[in-house]
């Protein structure tokens, strides 16, 4: 348990109360909430007794947005209103995209971003996405029965800065407060781990619709370390159904067959890929049939071999990066307690025998594989929303792609290598090139490439007001800091002037912040006095929060304050405890913040006695019992 | 952020003595210890500054376990707090015999890897690790009983070469096509 939240009996609210928290897995093809409920780690279905949502959302020309099954039904009768696999294009720009992709949509002229023109409006990705959440989020108010704390939303392990900062930004549009964003394979670990009170090195094989991320993970005694990542964003079910249709074209006819056939029709071809793909997973055989552009029907019958034929490539990419990620590592197969198949496209079998053959053991795969990303995300929003009696345990993620900047000859240089551990912060120095040099143009890039134009550009900034100096005198410190979402911020200073700049790391194809609050305020609609008691209410609450947690830290850490900072506490405290009996925001604002600056050295000595003590082996863990009422997890 | 505020040096953090010589497993379980008190994910519900403190530490953290990890960068990093920094960048007169050396090694890994020869790739690399025991153990004496930090810091010049040709020996032998199985 974390020393600095702790709050003593009877100042606390109320402990059995129950902080609803979820966890998100936003798919591409699927996506689930899912929540702790009773200890248990539940999928939460909807009126139907469904789970899973199929991430498609249909738009009227009335402004709804029909998002699930229904949606995923329309898709063949108006396909231009109809997006499906909106998670391939997160954080993308239309050339970052194969053709196809983009085939059945109107997409406004835009380099920077996707926009898809609906009979709604333009819709960027991030909306299509919000919107999918939006139904998820309703879903678990009305199943938890209450407004929610926050959420765990997953990502793939292999999502660059772009993707992240799309994939917070569309939760933060459907109303949810981001607790975490986590790794797919990092939330199926911990589902799978804490089920099986599992030890040792693991494989997490995670191929979704979309995408395909592979994990290595330590685990030992409630830490979950990964050691290696690898993947690809652009590999998933989905290419395995475009395979199937690929070679069922050709045998009805003419490659040429794709082009003369309507939107609607190739939806139809689509749907019947993906149908016929979940039956030879179980048969070995299926009937196929879809419409040619006459409107007649034209079928065949299709063998699981010829199917696995078309797509050996496709397994042996996994394959590849499986490799890769245990070379990074320097780990072989048979140091592997185990391999877990997630993601429902590992259901194929030409999967499982591919994984089994390079591992030398039969995968682990009796958790649902749909739902083991769901489970792990709404373990780990239940112990992050500071519930009693969640297990205590640690992830330890690391960021997928190296991070770096442009130098002289767009050459890279790497400052965060790939697979660090995050939170990570690292500075290196650079310097001018030219004589008289006042200003520096800073280009992030990712990837772990040498040549620029072979990574990802993730933003440009420029350090000005250098003082003009000889090439080589001036001393550019720049600072890369990941925090543990796995986004990043970048600053750059002067050394011997002290010269700031620095940037928060947007997306080179997402949306700003001032786009963001637009929307944001487009879509919640609430009335001036409204908005002005829930900030009160809202201003209240933290105050009362940091007036615990300081009452706590007092009367555990009170030596560590001279006497006069402990008057000066004090009097803060009471100031705002003044503050917020009354009704002005402002008042108690102002209040709260004297007292943060009046406790930030207090809370910095405190840090370093909580690492003092556990190092030398004291266990922390009986301080944290003396003042909470509940006893933390013991795990 | 910025990390130079902290005086504390990677090894305190740790509470690790400051030598070269690391107990490995020992770093592995102050490091857990550490990260069990400040990570992120214990602050979620916390207070921003907490959040923000926690994400300094931790971050801080890390950073400080990837140069004690790392014994290069733990050699580097001694040197410096001993008032001889490695400089490799200002620094590259290196003896002539070290670079004739390199000079060979490079041309022998070209000739190896135009040839295919995956057993020769492997040979060169075990010469060179052989050479890295060697100087590691030359800087732990020179660290740990002399207290020579200059003469540290030439050896760690001399690994940093031998590191970046590790890494492209590693690669050249990834690069090779693999046997299927």
Same mark, same amino acid.
């Given at each position: 348990?974390?020393?600095?939240?702790?709050?003593?009996?009877?100042?606390?609210?109320?402990?059995?109360?129950?902080?609803?928290?979820?966890?998100?897995?936003?798919?591409?093809?699927?996506?689930?909430?899912?929540?702790?409920?009773?200890?248990?780690?539940?999928?939460?279905?909807?009126?139907?007794?469904?789970?899973?949502?199929?991430?498609?959302?249909?738009?009227?020309?009335?402004?709804?947005?029909?998002?699930?099954?229904?949606?995923?039904?329309?898709?063949?009768?108006?396909?231009?209103?109809?997006?499906?696999?909106?998670?391939?294009?997160?954080?993308?720009?239309?050339?970052?995209?194969?053709?196809?992709?983009?085939?059945?949509?109107?997409?406004?002229?835009?380099?920077?971003?996707?926009?898809?023109?609906?009979?709604?409006?333009?819709?960027?990705?991030?909306?299509?996405?919000?919107?999918?959440?939006?139904?998820?989020?309703?879903?678990?108010?009305?199943?938890?029965?209450?407004?929610?704390?926050?959420?765990?939303? /997953?990502?793939?392990?292999?999502?660059?800065?772009?993707?992240?900062?799309?994939?917070?930004?569309?939760?933060?549009?459907?109303?949810?407060?981001?607790?975490?964003?986590?790794?797919?394979?990092?939330?199926?670990?911990?589902?799978?781990?804490?089920?099986?009170?599992?030890?040792?090195?693991?494989?997490?094989?995670?191929?979704?619709?979309?995408?395909?991320?592979?994990?290595?993970?330590?685990?030992?005694?409630?830490?979950?370390?990964?050691?290696?990542?690898?993947?690809?964003?652009?590999?998933?079910?989905?290419?395995?159904?475009?395979?199937?249709?690929?070679?069922?074209?050709?045998?009805?006819?003419?490659?040429?067959?794709?082009?003369?056939?309507?939107?609607?029709?190739?939806?139809?071809?689509?749907?019947?890929?993906?149908?016929?793909?979940?039956?030879?997973?179980?048969?070995?055989?299926?009937?196929?049939?879809?419409?040619?552009?006459?409107?007649?029907?034209?079928?065949?019958?299709?063998?699981?071999?010829?199917?696995?034929?078309?797509?050996?490539?496709?397994?042996?990419?996994?394959?590849?990066?499986?490799?890769?990620?245990?070379?990074?590592?320097?780990?072989?197969?048979?140091?592997?307690?185990? !391999?877990?198949?997630?993601?429902?496209?590992?259901?194929?079998?030409?999967?499982?025998?591919?994984?089994?053959?390079?591992?030398?053991?039969?995968?682990?795969?009796?958790?649902?594989?749909?739902?083991?990303?769901?489970?792990?995300?709404?373990?780990?929003?239940?112990?992050?929303?500071?519930?009693?009696?969640?297990?205590? !345990?640690?992830?330890?993620?690391?960021?997928?792609?190296?991070?770096?900047?442009?130098?002289?000859?767009?050459?890279?240089?790497?400052?965060?290598?790939?697979?660090?551990?995050?939170?990570?912060?690292?500075?290196?120095?650079? /310097?001018?090139?030219?004589?008289?040099?006042?200003?520096?143009?800073?280009?992030?890039?990712?990837?772990?490439?040498?040549?620029?134009?072979?990574?990802?550009?993730?933003?440009?900034?420029?350090?000005?007001?250098?003082?003009?100096?000889?090439?080589?005198?001036?001393?550019?410190?720049?600072?890369?800091?990941?925090?543990?979402?796995?986004?990043?911020?970048?600053?750059?200073?002067?050394?011997? /002037?002290?010269?700031?700049?620095?940037?928060? !790391?947007?997306?080179?194809?997402?949306?700003?912040?001032?786009?963001?609050?637009?929307?944001?305020?487009?879509?919640?609609?609430?009335?001036?006095?409204?908005?002005?008691?829930?900030?009160?209410?809202?201003?209240? !609450?933290?105050?009362?929060?940091?007036?615990?947690?300081?009452?706590?830290?007092?009367?555990?850490?009170?030596?560590?304050?001279?006497?006069?900072?402990?008057?000066?506490?004090?009097?803060?405290?009471?100031?705002?405890?003044?503050?917020?009996?009354?009704?002005?925001?402002?008042?108690?604002?102002?209040?709260?913040?004297?007292?943060?600056?009046?406790?930030?050295?207090?809370?910095?000595?405190?840090?370093?006695?909580?690492?003092?003590?556990?190092?030398?082996?004291?266990?922390?863990?009986?301080?944290?019992?003396?003042?909470?009422?509940?006893?933390?997890?013991?795990? | 952020?910025?990390?130079?505020?902290?005086?504390?040096?990677?090894?305190?953090?740790?509470?690790?003595?400051?030598?070269?010589?690391?107990?490995?497993?020992?770093?592995?379980?102050?490091?857990?210890?550490?990260?069990?008190?400040?990570?992120?994910?214990?602050?979620?519900?916390?207070?921003?500054?907490?959040?923000?403190?926690?994400?300094?530490?931790?971050?801080?953290?890390?950073?400080?376990?990837?140069?004690?990890?790392?014994?290069?960068?733990?050699?580097?990093?001694?040197?410096?707090?001993?008032?001889?920094?490695?400089?490799?960048?200002?620094?590259?007169?290196?003896?002539?015999?070290?670079?004739?050396?390199?000079? #060979?090694?490079?041309?022998?890994?070209?000739?190896?890897?135009?040839?295919?020869?995956?057993?020769?790739? #492997?040979?060169?690399?075990?010469?060179?690790?052989?050479?890295?025991?060697?100087?590691?153990?030359?800087?732990?004496?020179?660290?740990?009983?002399?207290?020579?930090?200059?003469?540290?810091?030439?050896?760690?010049?001399?690994?940093?070469?031998?590191?970046?040709?590790?890494?492209?020996?590693?690669?050249?032998?990834?690069?090779?096509?693999?046997?299927?199985?």
């Amino acid at each position: 348990m974390a020393l600095l939240q702790i709050s003593e009996p009877g100042q606390s609210p109320d402990p059995h109360q129950h902080r609803r928290a979820i966890g998100i897995d936003l798919g591409t093809t699927h996506s689930l909430v899912a929540a702790v409920r009773s200890g248990t780690p539940q999928c939460l279905p909807d009126a139907q007794g469904q789970v899973l949502l199929p991430s498609v959302v249909h738009y009227h020309a009335d402004g709804r947005a029909e998002v699930g099954l229904r949606a995923r039904e329309e898709q063949a009768i108006d396909p231009a209103n109809t997006i499906v696999s909106v998670k391939r294009f997160m954080g993308r720009s239309p050339a970052d995209l194969p053709e196809h992709a983009l085939a059945h949509y109107r997409i406004a002229e835009d380099s920077r971003m996707v926009r898809f023109q609906t009979a709604a409006g333009e819709m960027t990705p991030v909306q299509v996405s919000a919107d999918i959440l939006r139904v998820l989020r309703w879903r678990a108010e009305d199943t938890l029965g209450g407004e929610l704390v926050g959420a765990v939303i /997953t990502v793939p392990a292999y999502f660059d800065d772009g993707q992240r900062q799309a994939t917070k930004d569309a939760a933060q549009l459907a109303g949810l407060h981001v607790l975490r964003l986590i790794n797919e394979p990092t939330a199926a670990a911990l589902a799978y781990g804490l089920d099986h009170g599992a030890e040792g090195l693991y494989v997490i094989y995670d191929l979704g619709g979309g995408t395909f991320d592979l994990s290595v993970l330590r685990l030992s005694r409630g830490v979950f370390e990964v050691v290696a990542t690898s993947g690809d964003t652009a590999l998933g079910g989905d290419d395995f159904d475009q395979r199937l249709m690929d070679l069922m074209l050709a045998q009805a006819g003419a490659p040429a067959l794709l082009p003369t056939l309507t939107p609607s029709q190739q939806r139809q071809w689509r749907m019947a890929a993906r149908t016929a793909k979940e039956i030879l997973s179980d048969q070995e055989s299926t009937f196929f049939s879809a419409p040619l552009p006459d409107g007649t029907t034209w079928s065949a019958t299709l063998h699981r071999a010829e199917f696995e034929e078309a797509c050996a490539d496709l397994v042996q990419r996994t394959l590849n990066l499986l490799r890769r990620a245990l070379s990074d590592a320097q780990l072989q197969a048979a140091e592997m307690q185990g !391999v877990v198949l997630v993601g429902g496209a590992t259901r194929m079998p030409m999967i499982r025998t591919a994984v089994e053959r390079a591992m030398g053991k039969a995968p682990l795969t009796d958790l649902d594989p749909d739902q083991v990303v769901a489970l792990g995300a709404a373990i780990q929003a239940n112990a992050l929303a500071g519930n009693a009696g969640a297990d205590d !345990v640690l992830l330890l993620d690391v960021i997928p792609l190296s991070l770096g900047i442009e130098t002289m000859g767009g050459l890279v240089e790497h400052i965060l290598p790939r697979n660090s551990t995050i939170p990570q912060a690292r500075s290196q120095d650079f /310097t001018t090139f030219r004589d008289g040099q006042t200003a520096m143009a800073i280009h992030v890039v990712q990837g772990e490439r040498e040549l620029v134009s072979d990574c990802r550009s993730l933003a440009r900034f420029e350090l000005r007001g250098i003082p003009p100096m000889v090439a080589g005198a001036a001393r550019i410190r720049v600072t890369f800091a990941v925090d543990a979402d796995g986004l990043l911020e970048v600053s750059a200073q002067e050394l011997t /002037t002290g010269v700031q700049a620095q940037v928060q !790391v947007k997306p080179a194809y997402g949306l700003d912040d001032a786009q963001i609050a637009q929307m944001l305020q487009d879509s919640v609609a609430h009335a001036q006095d409204d908005r002005d008691a829930r900030m009160l209410q809202e201003a209240r !609450v933290d105050a009362q929060a940091l007036l615990a947690a300081t009452r706590a830290a007092m009367q555990i850490d009170r030596d560590l304050l001279s006497p006069e900072e402990d008057a000066q506490i004090h009097a803060g405290m009471t100031a705002l405890a003044q503050a917020e009996r009354g009704a002005d925001i402002d008042q108690i604002r102002n209040a709260t913040a004297d007292l943060i600056r009046q406790t930030d050295a207090f809370a910095e000595r405190r840090m370093n006695r909580s690492i003092q003590r556990a190092l030398s082996g004291q266990p922390v863990d009986h301080i944290a019992r003396l003042t909470d009422a509940q006893p933390s997890g013991t795990r | 952020m910025d990390l130079s505020q902290s005086s504390q040096s990677h090894f305190a953090l740790f509470g690790l003595p400051e030598t070269f010589a690391l107990d490995l497993a020992q770093l592995e379980r102050a490091r857990l210890a550490v990260q069990a008190q400040i990570h992120p994910d214990r602050f979620a519900a916390g207070t921003d500054r907490d959040k923000r403190l926690a994400m300094q530490w931790a971050a801080q953290a890390n950073a400080a376990y990837l140069v004690l990890k790392n014994p290069v960068q733990r050699a580097a990093y001694l040197c410096e707090r001993r008032g001889a920094p490695v400089q490799a960048e200002n620094n590259t007169a290196m003896p002539a015999d070290f670079l004739q050396q390199q000079m #060979q090694w490079r041309e022998a890994l070209d000739d190896l890897r135009d040839a295919g020869d995956s057993a020769g790739l #492997q040979t060169l690399r075990e010469q060179v690790q052989l050479q890295s025991t060697q100087r590691m153990a030359a800087i732990t004496q020179a660290l740990d009983v002399d207290n020579a930090p200059q003469a540290a810091a030439e050896q760690v010049r001399a690994l940093l070469f031998l590191d970046r040709f590790t890494e492209e020996l590693r690669r050249a032998a990834d690069a090779l096509p693999q046997r299927s199985d």
